[in-house]
């Protein structure tokens, strides 16, 4: 299969931040507010992420055919992003007796809403999440290869995901419209299903764990876990918390200079995710030089630190600098939203 698999993990991961961008979008009406609706998509596209990658990855090595799995899960989520706007609409309808109630508080009634949107979203978010362990089996054959095969795969997914991101909410909603811009990420995972479908001939049908005709075993079993695995998992976990406040908190800045709008989070998220994929990009060299994933590992985590901070004083100052941009350079407001 070679490069195809980077090809359509680009724009797997193009189709999937469409998705995220417009559901957001969706979910804005249904919320009556942005942050609501970004925090309610975040939650949800990354509990699904974990949920699908923890569930499929558990048994990625026992699957015959992870590639086709793979194109079964992309026509899934294609079909269910029909399916979706079409029960957004109705979500209000159906809450509309709880809203009416007398003495019912209204966070505990935010707090149903969103665990409605968020069930509703967690399906296909976590089919999502079961992409790179399926695709990770496909291109592994040695365990030294794990580094460099799942840095690159999550590299390129990511850098498909900064493109549908920024062409999203800077072009497709604002040019075609959510309905069509709905119907063409659909198209995109509905399209990668019938690729997949098609070369499916091209994937090796053994059983996992034998080796195959180059005497090499296509999966990477015995490997165990380190007595450092505990404290790692749960440094990630405790990564994973502070990125997505930053990512919130720094959304909720952006308002301050843009307004409240598709807009300033499609800026953040692309940003969020040039920031990932060069990462994942240079770590892919780095981990094949210096491969010492805890001390690389603490040291990224440092730097994570010490940059926050420094854009906690930044943050205050994004109004004026803002201004000082448009009156000093004589910028238009478009162009001084690029920069």
Known sequence: MGRIVFVIFFFSGGSSLILETLWIRLLTLVFGSTTFAISTVVAAFMGGLALGSYLIGRFADEIRRPFLLYGLCEGAIGLYALLLPVILDRIPALLAPLWSAE??????????????????????????????PLLSTCRVIQ??????????????????AIAGTAICGFLLLPVIGVSTTNLLAAGIDLALCALVVALRRLETDLPRGVEGAQGVAPTVEGVG???????????????????????????????????????????????FLVGLALGSAVYVRRH????????????????????GFAGLRFIDRLPALFLLLLQFFSLSVPVAFLL
Not at 289 to 307: E, R, T, V
């Open 288 to 307: 094949l030089s210096d491969p010492d994933p805890i001390g690389n590992l603490a040291m990224i985590q440092l730097l994570i630190g010490l940059f």
């Open 103 to 132: 003495g019912q508080s209204f966070y505990v009634l935010s707090l149903i809403r969103f665990g409605v949107v968020f069930l509703l979203l967690l399906i296909p978010t976590t089919l999502m999440g079961g992409t790179l």
């Open 225 to 271: 876990r380190p007595p450092s695995y505990p404290y790692v998992a749960a440094a990630f976990a405790l990564s994973g918390f502070a990125a997505l406040i930053y990512q919130i908190v720094w959304s909720r800045s952006l308002t301050l200079v843009i307004g409240s709008s598709i807009y300033a989070y499609t800026i953040l998220l692309t940003t």
């Open 143 to 160: 365990r030294r290869e794990i580094g460099a095969t799942v840095g690159t795969l999550y590299a390129v997914n990511t850098f498909g």
